[in-house]
């Protein structure tokens, strides 16, 4: 039995990676933490619109806004930019194109060619 930092795993050979969290699961105190801060903001609602209006008659609305941003992030995920491209990281191509034989015909473009 090999002892791991936390915990012993059994049959396991030394530098053999174990499997882990799947990618993309929020680890459990990732989870506790954005649930405990959605609680809040949930049950703050009219005192997190106070405190923001605060801010803006002390600071200006940008920095309000810029509070709101910040609580928000830990509320609501981030959602990563992706930026598609076509080949060698060229512009993407469509080619649309329209078969008229016998075998893609409808019914009614059959009753119409004879």
Known sequence: MTRNAHTF????????????RPK???NKTTAL??????????????NL???LDEIADRDGPQAAFKCLMDVVEYHVPKLARVET???????IEYVVSWK??????????????G
């Open 9 to 20: 795993v059994k049959n396991s050979e030394p530098g053999k990676k174990q499997p882990g």
């Open 49 to 51: 619109q106070k405190w």
């Open 24 to 26: 993309g699961v929020p």
């Open 85 to 91: 491209t076509g080949k060698d990281e060229g512009p």
């Open 100 to 113: 008229t034989d016998e075998l893609s015909a409808t019914p009614s473009q059959k009753l119409i060619n």
């Open 33 to 46: 933490a954005r649930e405990a801060i959605a609680r809040f903001v949930d049950g703050n609602c009219e």
